[in-house]
């Protein structure tokens, strides 16, 4: 079974860049959805850099969890972006409360 690093950095100027979010996955569907997104936009313009790869064997890391739970969310609905992914949450709710007042 493959295991995959995923990395986001923040790219502060030129070839610097500041990781700020480093996991694995053994989710090859998951890793395939995060790599051909590349990026998360944020509503200010900046963005999340995102770069996938496949892990060697007993390759060990430092983790991260710094946007994990908006990885998982934004590779869930398909949406990189984080306006079009609050909306949606938003729309989500609203239907959880109709169903609920039924």
């Not at 900046?46 to 969890?65: A, D």
């Amino acid at each position: 079974m493959s295991r995959y690093l995923i990395e986001g950095s923040w790219s502060t100027s030129g070839r610097n860049a500041h990781v700020v979010h480093r996991t694995t996955t053994t989710d090859a569907r998951f890793a395939a959805k995060v790599q051909r997104a590349g990026y998360i936009r944020f509503g200010d313009g900046t963005c999340l850099k995102l770069f996938v790869r496949e892990c060697k064997p007993n390759e060990r890391f430092v983790f991260i969890h710094g946007y994990t739970r908006l990885i998982n969310d934004c590779a869930y609905f398909n949406l990189w972006d984080v306006a079009q992914l609050e909306a949606k949450e938003k729309e989500a709710k609203v239907i959880v409360q109709e169903i609920a007042a039924l």
